[in-house]
């Protein structure tokens, strides 16, 4: 049975599952029956995060537009467009001994693309959640539901992991921004056109 977090929950992985090799991270979503006139494309990416909090380069943004690290830590499985029908919407898989040393967290966000010319944001999509999932095995481990606190938000931190004592954990984030994506890269380093 999953250990279901709340908001600022940090909790064992590794040291919990001493195994534990690859995971998988799966991120869902509804949109509620408010009709834009657009559908909504959300996103997943996950951010690799040196000790600066900080991307070391471009290469450690893991997007619709950069689908695996060089290492083949992280590797984002196709972008769903509509994020329609049930279970996970998007999902990146991460083979935790693969993650280069230079790298200690890697954050996992979910944006709203062309949020403002369609006029969308965070308080429009419920049900959002994070699942990890021992790819091994296929059970769940852990799962976040961010809940409905949002409204003018385009940009979730959802959650990251991190390294600690040689362990990897994870917290739970849930923090929004607003701004998109563009907001997200300029807080991880990341230089956008």
Same mark, same amino acid.
């Given at each position: =049975?999953?250990? +279901? *977090?709340?908001?600022?929950?940090?909790? &064992?992985?590794?040291?919990?599952?001493?195994? $534990? /090799?690859? %995971?998988?991270?799966?991120?869902?979503?509804?949109?509620?029956?408010?009709?834009?006139?657009?559908?909504?494309?959300?996103?997943?990416?996950?951010?690799?995060?040196?000790?600066?909090?900080?991307?070391?380069?471009?290469?450690?943004?893991?997007?619709?537009?950069?689908?695996?690290?060089?290492?083949?830590?992280?590797?984002? =499985?196709?972008? +769903? *467009?509509?994020?329609?029908?049930?279970? &996970?919407?998007?999902?990146?898989?991460?083979? $935790? /001994?693969? %993650?280069?040393?230079?790298?200690?967290?890697?954050?996992?966000?979910?944006?709203?693309?062309?949020?403002?010319?369609?006029?969308?944001?965070?308080?429009?999509?419920?049900?959002?959640?994070?699942?990890?999932?021992?790819?091994?095995?296929?059970?769940?481990?852990?799962?976040?539901?961010?809940?409905?606190?949002?409204?003018?938000?385009?940009?979730?931190?959802?959650?990251?992991?991190?390294?600690?004592?040689?362990?990897?954990?994870?917290?739970?984030?849930?923090?929004?921004?607003?701004?998109?994506?563009?907001?997200?890269?300029?807080?991880?380093?990341?230089?956008?056109?």
């Amino acid at each position: =049975m999953p250990i +279901n *977090l709340s908001k600022g929950q940090k909790v &064992d992985l590794t040291k919990k599952n001493p195994g $534990l /090799k690859n %995971i998988m991270v799966g991120l869902g979503w509804d949109v509620n029956a408010f009709d834009s006139g657009a559908d909504f494309d959300l996103d997943a990416a996950a951010f690799m995060l040196g000790a600066s909090g900080k991307c070391p380069t471009e290469k450690e943004f893991i997007f619709y537009g950069n689908l695996e690290h060089t290492s083949g830590a992280v590797k984002h =499985m196709g972008d +769903n *467009l509509t994020g329609e029908g049930e279970g &996970d919407d998007e999902q990146i898989e991460v083979s $935790l /001994k693969d %993650i280069p040393s230079n790298v200690e967290r890697v954050a996992f966000t979910v944006t709203i693309y062309d949020a403002e010319p369609r006029r969308q944001n965070f308080g429009q999509v419920s049900n959002s959640y994070i699942r990890i999932v021992d790819a091994d095995t296929n059970s769940e481990l852990i799962r976040y539901d961010l809940g409905e606190d949002f409204s003018i938000e385009t940009a979730v931190v959802v959650g990251e992991l991190y390294r600690h004592n040689g362990e990897w954990k994870f917290n739970a984030i849930g923090s929004g921004f607003q701004g998109g994506l563009a907001a997200l890269c300029g807080h991880y380093g990341i230089e956008v056109a």
